[in-house]
């Protein structure tokens, strides 16, 4: 199993981006899944998760303008960024696995991560 990201990239303040992450080689229908991010010199941080019965949560700093979806048929989990902010910057990483772990990092599989910058 190897999740791999796409679609991030540099953006202006307030613009948005779409990421993607295909989660090949899955054995299961349904599965949770996750988007982490880290910036520079900081920790890895839980943004938004989905469980397999679709319950998602998101961390407090992007309420309101990122949302979390998944395509179980295309083992395909997307984050829509909008209102993107400077402290937005980061690697992002997708994460899956058959258990529950919300924003904590306890997923089995991750992907490479991709780069989203937000300039001011």
């Known amino acids: 199993v190897q999740p791999a990201e796409s679609g991030g990239g540099s953006v202006q303040a307030g613009g948005s981006l779409r990421l993607s992450c295909v989660v090949s080689?899955?054995?299961?229908?349904?599965?949770?899944a996750a988007w982490f991010r880290q910036a520079p010199g900081k920790e890895r941080e839980g943004v938004a998760s989905i469980d397999s019965d679709g319950r998602i949560r998101y961390t407090d700093a992007v309420k309101g303008r990122f949302t979390i979806s998944k395509d179980n048929a295309k083992h395909t989990l997307y984050l829509q960024m909008n209102s993107l902010k400077p402290e937005d910057t980061g690697i992002y990483y997708c994460?899956?696995?058959?258990?529950?772990?919300?924003?904590?990092?306890?997923?089995?599989?991750w992907g490479q991560g991709t780069q989203v910058t937000v300039s001011s």
């Open positions: 080689g899955y054995p299961y229908s349904t599965y949770c």
């Open positions: 994460a899956a696995d058959v258990i529950d772990y919300g924003l904590r990092p306890g997923y089995e599989y």
